[in-house]
Nanobody, 121 residues
Framework: QVQLVESGGGEVQAGGSLRLSCVASGSDLRARTMAWYRQAPGNQREFVSSISTYGRTDYTDSVKGRFTISRDDAKNAVYLQMNSLKPEDTAVYYC???????????????WGKGTLVAVSS
């Protein structure tokens, strides 16, 4: 079945970098808008970044200039390059994507299980 699998999370020191990856697994699918969200303990899940089918990107203000989102449609993947990480970036990062399955004329929205990013001071 279709699923989004995140990888690349881990523990880093402030100022360090990580690259998160998310791959949509499943045969015969096409990814449309793909995005990253994050959720810290006690907080609501918040939007981090998104990239449209056309490559248009959007970022929440707190990560502008530090994070870069990109996609690889051949792999049905989305990436988040995270530089100059801060302790406040610590959260579980979730991949989100609108996927078209087979010959459907509509997309469904999917969430990954999440990957932990822990930034120490």
């Amino acid at each position: 079945q279709v699923q989004l699998v995140e990888s690349g999370g881990g523990e880093v020191q402030a100022g360090g970098s990580l690259r998160l990856s998310c791959v949509a697994s499943g045969s015969d699918l096409r990814a449309r808008t793909m995005a990253w969200y994050r959720q810290a303990p006690g907080n609501q899940r918040e939007f981090v970044s998104s990239i449209s089918t056309y490559g248009r990107t959007d970022y929440t203000d707190s990560v502008k200039g530090r994070f870069t989102i990109s996609r690889d449609d051949a792999k049905n993947a989305v990436y988040l390059q995270m530089n100059s990480l801060k302790p406040e970036d610590t959260a579980v990062y979730y991949c989100n994507a609108d996927l078209i399955l087979g010959s459907n004329y509509y997309s469904d929205n999917y969430w990954g299980k999440g990957t932990l990013v822990a930034v120490s001071s």
